[in-house]
């Protein structure tokens, strides 16, 4: 202490220093990050983790990411992230065609702020709008631990927008290719001056079509939140969404000769063809979810929380006209005949009715033995779906010339094929334990799940009941190092019972699924960036598989791979995202005799690179622009490996201005409109085109 500042002290003096603001968001797991590196999460525990500690390699899609490269589904927001897939069958409105480590998914691994949000036979939530996610993270390997019945291949959780302190809003319009036109608004703040009540409130109105002929892809989406704290230690949050779509089927199914190969005089079909009827393609799907999650400290130990919702599906409009069908050649697939033109198609129609109620509850200490500091969680959830199905069937006459598709055909009756009402329950018993001690992190559990299905016939008039149970676990290891590595391994196992039967009427058999990965996690101290190296092996038994519209088993399937990804929002202007993925499957145990052979649709090698850059001062100051790169190899285009689909590089771009509190944006994705073919799983009638280039420009008021 100087001597004059040593005689103001003794004199009782007072020094004034300047007033600082600190504005900076201190991040949790369920809430914003600013730019692309999250560092925590809850999907890979349940408790709000740091990802370097978490031992399975997790992939976070920022708002912020979603928001450069203008999102608009699922698959779009999944474009960036290694060894995932959400456009396996291409531009699906259905937001079907999803592939994790290797492994084709249905929506047994969509969740929405860590519960499931599974569907029927028909329909799923998996279109529900990505503008209403703070976060979209996608834990790799299985996840059954800690979610009861899954797919090995991983698990997408939807983190929605929730209620901030914060006042904000901002309101955004928009217009592109395909006669697309978009209005869509988030606000949110308090309610009162005390901040016990805020809110949040996310919309979307759309008006557009997709690159598909005759497909329209019209929105109306809301997501209202309400969140009560009256103290510190206890917090009650309700969180609503309805959704209601209005559209087409985007999904076509398309022959190989044509698309994979020059078709009839070394002719290939366009990227936008449609082999349907246009006055004869609905698809229009409603949800409504509301659900709550409770959260109430008892002491500086325990602390409980209770997360429920209840989601409602409907779709009474769903028909379509689709490629294959009945081929007049027994000895052909069902799809293009041998002239090269003829093109068979098939009648679908079908209503679906979906509820489930989902409530997990949960308790969780923190506390010390000894120098091992604990954060124990135990939990006990259930859920309950009750569901009918009723399709129905009819003949169409072929397209005579697929390369110009005369529509018009008559419908013929319909005749009914399904007529199903299901229940299901699920009952889940968990425990898990996250053990420090020095650098060192433990993280092990286990799950008991017990689960019920009964289904009734209405058409044949017959009921089936199954019930499984099975125990699952994983156990991990991380080292975290003084300079922010942290190489960790684990293993762990999941568990999926299969509702229905395959093609013989025999019923499915229980998935079951292991995991061994190892890895390394890098966080560097002093940068805001995120690198994670893991390499897998996974093994899946009893797999159940979509083949067009049919499902059905394969024995037991191997993935082993390697998965890069790395992420960075630099004080420079930088925000980059990259990654890479290897993957070798092999189907090792089927009664097709294609076991050896590599399963249809599985590239080998994707990468891809997206790097965005914005002035922070100067005459440019608010000027910026991204560029990204895909690149997926080639892959077989059926499981007896009889042909490949090329591969394909993709580019998108964006250029943006931020001034005063305007952001003007032009986005385009597929820059160079490359045609390509995303994948196949059969020659005559199974393969579908990527989205061609497609052109947004926005403007959004921030106040």
Not at 30 to 57: C, F, H, M, N
Not at 60 to 65: G, I, P
Not at 566 to 595: F, H, P, Q, R
Request: charged fraction near 20%; hydrophobic fraction near 35%.
């Amino acid at each position: 202490m100087g001597p004059a500042l040593a005689q103001s002290a003794n004199e009782g003096s007072a020094i004034v220093l300047d007033q600082v603001t600190i504005e900076s968001r201190v991040e949790n797991a369920w809430g914003p990050v600013d730019g692309y590196v999250a560092g925590r999460s809850a999907t890979g525990s349940k408790t709000d983790t740091p990802l370097i500690e978490t031992p399975q390699s997790i992939s976070v899609v920022t708002a912020d990411q979603m928001e450069a490269q203008r999102v608009e589904s699922l698959g779009n927001a999944l474009r960036y992230t290694p060894g995932v897939s959400g456009e396996m069958w291409g531009n699906d409105t259905r937001g079907s065609g999803l592939q994790i480590r290797g492994f084709d998914a249905w929506d047994e691994i969509f969740f929405k702020d860590g519960l499931r949000l599974k569907g029927s036979s028909f329909v799923s939530f998996l279109s529900l709008e990505p503008y209403g996610a703070e976060r979209i993270e996608i834990l790799h390997g299985p996840a059954s631990v800690l979610y009861g019945q899954n797919s090995p291949g991983g698990i997408i959780n939807y983190v929605s927008k929730r209620p901030t302190g914060e006042t904000f809003r901002e309101i955004e319009v928009s217009a592109g290719s395909f006669d697309r036109y978009q209005t869509q608004f988030d606000m949110g703040g308090n309610v009162d001056e005390a901040g016990v009540l805020s809110y949040r409130l996310t919309g979307l109105l759309r008006d557009g079509n997709i690159d598909v002929d005759f497909v329209n892809d019209d929105r109306i989406f809301i997501a209202p939140s309400l969140k009560w704290q009256p103290d510190e230690d206890t917090s009650l949050t309700l969180l609503g969404t309805y959704q209601r779509n209005k559209g087409g089927w985007g999904i076509q199914f398309l022959p190989a000769e044509g698309t994979v190969f020059p078709g009839l005089g070394g002719k290939r079909l366009p990227n936008n063809i449609f082999v349907g009827e246009p006055a004869f393609d609905e698809f229009n799907p409603i949800f409504a979810m509301l659900g709550y999650e409770f959260e109430h400290r008892v002491n500086e130990t325990w602390k409980v929380r209770q997360n429920a919702r209840y989601s409602y599906l409907y779709n009474g409009e769903q028909f379509g006209v689709f490629g294959g069908g009945a081929n007049p050649n027994p000895d052909l697939e069902p799809g293009l005949d041998p002239d090269g033109h003829t093109y068979h198609r098939y009648v679908d129609a079908g209503r679906s009715k979906f509820g489930n109620f989902a409530i997990d509850n949960q308790a969780q200490a923190t506390f010390d033995t000894g120098p091992l500091a604990h954060t124990l969680l135990m939990g006990l959830d259930y859920q309950y779906t009750d569901y009918s199905d009723w399709g129905a069937g009819a003949d169409i006459a072929p397209l005579d010339d697929i390369f110009n598709p005369v529509y018009g055909a008559p419908i013929g009756d319909l005749t009914p094929y399904m007529d199903v009402d299901a229940r299901q329950w699920q009952l889940g018993l968990y425990a898990q334990d996250q053990i420090k001690y020095e650098n060192w992190v433990l993280s092990f559990g286990g799950r008991q799940d017990w689960t019920q299905s009964k289904s009734f016939d209405k058409l044949e008039g017959g009921e089936s009941e199954q019930s499984d149970s099975a125990f699952t676990g994983r156990v991990g290891l991380v080292y975290l190092s003084d300079i922010g590595l942290a190489p960790y391994l684990s293993y762990s196992t999941s568990f999926m019972p299969e509702i229905g039967t395959n093609n013989e009427g025999e019923a499915f058999k229980p998935e079951t699924g292991e995991q061994y990965e190892v890895g390394v996690k890098y966080q560097p101290v002093g940068w805001n960036s995120f690198v994670t190296v893991s390499a897998f092996d996974l093994t899946r038994e009893n797999v159940t598989r979509s083949y067009g519209n049919d499902r059905f088993q394969t024995g037991k399937i191997r993935s082993r791979g390697i998965e890069v990804e790395g992420v960075a929002s630099l004080d420079s202007g930088w925000d980059i995202k990259l990654a890479y993925a290897y993957t070798d499957m092999k189907i090792l145990d089927d009664g097709d005799g294609t076991g050896g052979n590599t399963p249809y649709g599985v590239p080998n090698h994707r990468v891809s690179i997206w790097g965005d850059y914005t002035f922070r001062s100067g005459m440019l100051e608010g000027f910026g622009g991204g560029a990204g790169v895909r690149y997926f190899g080639s892959s077989f285009g059926d499981d007896a490996n009889s042909f490949e689909v090329s591969s394909a590089t993709l580019v998108d771009a964006a250029v943006h201005y931020d001034w005063k509190n305007m952001k003007f944006q032009l986005n385009a994705s597929n820059l160079f409109d490359k045609q390509y073919v995303t994948s196949c799983y059969s020659r005559s009638s199974g393969c579908f085109y990527g989205e061609g280039r497609k052109i947004t420009g926005s403007i959004k008021y921030r106040w």
